[in-house]
């Protein structure tokens, strides 16, 4: 059992909950905590996850969970709604980085990723999980306000607008457009296949480092050559398969203003 699905089975499960997401964090400026003894040890790995109620109606949940040295528990420490988090900072929108910033009601977290593809794949999944949240809640806004009408026609005009107005959604800057666009499924493909290359690499380099035959570092050296090798060219192939892409959705567009503009002249031309 890999490390997401254990935290699904042991945080999320029990509450009734569906993890979609998890990324291995750590912060880019540590917090300093002054009510811990001098020498007292603080060592434990974070994540931030990203999970949905099975109850209707739905809840997106961001939720810090923190699993301490020593102990193969996790411990669930924090937990926002989706409207209370009100940014999400890519950083950099021009290449693939492993820093972002969570921007909350009352909290703002600057985390570095285990990887650059951890944190894309993160980034894309919670964007999309936004997207279709707040889709959902407006067609419930929608429909409410419809029984609304129907059901209470008496009701003060001031109070009714004030009623359906919708929250502030979730606001997305700095982030890379093949993150944040419509096709990008194959993009969360390459980041998961980066994102195991990037593990396979780690444990080997752990493994060569406890090693202690020359022969057997030598061997992890050139197994990590290879990973690394593979990681440059699926990098290649995922760019050639953007600008593919970039390409596809811009002949859409030309070949949608020939048509609009043939339409008119076909309206023109038979008056």
Known sequence: MNIQSAINKEVFIPRDERMLVAVEVWRRKRKRMSFLLNGAKTDYVTFICVSVTNKRPHQLLITKVKQFCGSS???RRSQWTVEQLRQVNGINPNKDSPEFDLVFDNAVDQWVASSSAEKCIFVQILYHAC???????????????KLGRVGSASRNPKARRKSYVSPKQTEFINCQSKL?????TMNLVIYHCKAFLNRMKKMMVANQSGSLGEGQRVTGSTMGNVVQRMNLALGERGDKLTRAEDKTVELMHKAQQFADTAHKLALKYSK
């Open 73 to 75: 528990s996790f411990t």
């Open 180 to 184: 944040t666009g419509d096709a990008c």
């Open 131 to 145: 997207q279709t949240y707040w889709m959902g809640k407006k067609g419930s806004l929608v429909k409410a306000g």
